[in-house]
């Protein structure tokens, strides 16, 4: 077996059902067990303490029987009426014969056991020589009307267990694994456009989502938000965006191999405070292929932004010394997350030192973007199999205009820059001094 499947002392907080490879162990008063060590690695008297099951409950030390058991985790994935086999390798590292009887083991704590009629395990008992090791075939079994959802269990060794104070007892020589018991999913989320955006207040944006059932069986359709107001408040949260902002239109059902649509509008009101705000969309959806569990699929974050145009334009000034041959002013700003795509727009002036306004030529627009060919589309990240319409081989990031403006000839001294942006929430500004002979 190799090396790393050994283990000569380990902490006692590893024993759990989740088995570590096993050496002879004493237990000591602070709650450290040494595999095949003595005290002087003891941990400190803090440690969680643990007892040592000698069958009769009463948790008196022992010391165990030195097997080294091979420490993979298992984690198998089958639908009803598959199976699947795998294997666990068990050394003996006594200097004499050891029994071992491989047999099934279910926690009584936690998730939802294996049942016991789902497993085999060959060979059963053996004698396992002095450095000799046996590996045995573990094969599951899923019955046909198995219900969905996780199992967990472990392939014991041997009838020695530890206990933790308040648990139950668990194997010590032992191999844990777990099932989860799957079908292919038959309902999809598409979502149809962004699910964040920035709206002026007084505005409106709607996002709509579609639902594919590929199934032979209708299934209900219940979307509600969820906002951080329904909780209580926790520190650094975002406000939540108010109900009375949201109107939800969708069907009951989504219909056997058919899909449907839910639009959810957000209507800002103009006395809207500025800022971001969040919300959850659960849709109330139950694939009958799925853990009901584990319904994170069907569950969309909506953020908005709202924003104001401002009534004022912004200003900064800046120094033109003598030799300046021109002036150029560069705004950049990002695509704005909304329902339309205006582009961003400018109304840019310049006022210079005797207080004269010079409005400056725009003498160059540009579109910057990012594209990641091994990137996920966002907008089809919630579809799978079966959804309708395909990804883009092209993830595009980043987009944004830049527009550059000009001033020739500027006199010397103290000029003040205006802007007033149109359709974008932030922008960026360069103010570049063109000198003679650059």
Known sequence: ???????????????????????????????????????????????????????????????????????EYRRLELKPGESETFEVTVENGEDGPVEITPSLFVPKVGERPVKQGWVSIDPGQATLDADAERTVTVSVSVPDDAEL????????????????????ARPIHAASFSVEVQRDPTVFVLPLNRGYTQLEAGESYTHSVRINNTGDQAVPLDPQLNLRDDGPPRPGDRPSLDRSWFSIDAPSQVPAGDSATVDVTVEVPEDASRGDYDAE???????????????????????????????????????????????????????RRSADDEPASFDVTLVGPDGDTVEPELVETTNRGYVDLGGQDRRYRYAAEGASGSASAYAARGGERVL???????????????VMPHDTVNFRYEIIRNRTGN
């Open 149 to 168: 959802g996780s199992y967990r269990a472990s392939v014991q060794f041997t009838d020695e267990t530890i206990q933790y104070p308040g648990r139950p």
């Open 281 to 335: 969309l659960d849709l109330g959806l139950r694939d009958p292929a799925r853990n009901d569990q584990r319904d994170y699929w069907q569950q969309l974050h909506m953020g908005v932004q709202v924003w104001k145009q401002p009534d004022q334009p912004f200003e900064k000034t800046f120094d033109v010394s003598e030799g300046t041959e021109s002036v150029t002013v560069q705004l950049s700003a990002g695509d």
């Open 404 to 418: 550059r403006y000009r001033v020739d000839g500027p006199t010397d001294g103290e000029w003040t820059l205006q």
């Open 1 to 71: 077996m190799p090396s790393n499947t050994r283990a000569i002392a380990v902490a006692l907080a590893t024993v759990l059902l989740l088995a570590p490879v096993v050496g002879a162990a004493s237990v000591q008063s602070n709650g450290f067990v040494a595999l095949g060590g003595d005290s002087s690695d003891a941990v400190p008297d803090s440690a969680p303490a643990a007892q040592a099951d000698d069958g009769d409950g009463n948790g008196t030390a022992t010391n165990y029987t030195r097997l080294y058991v091979d420490d």
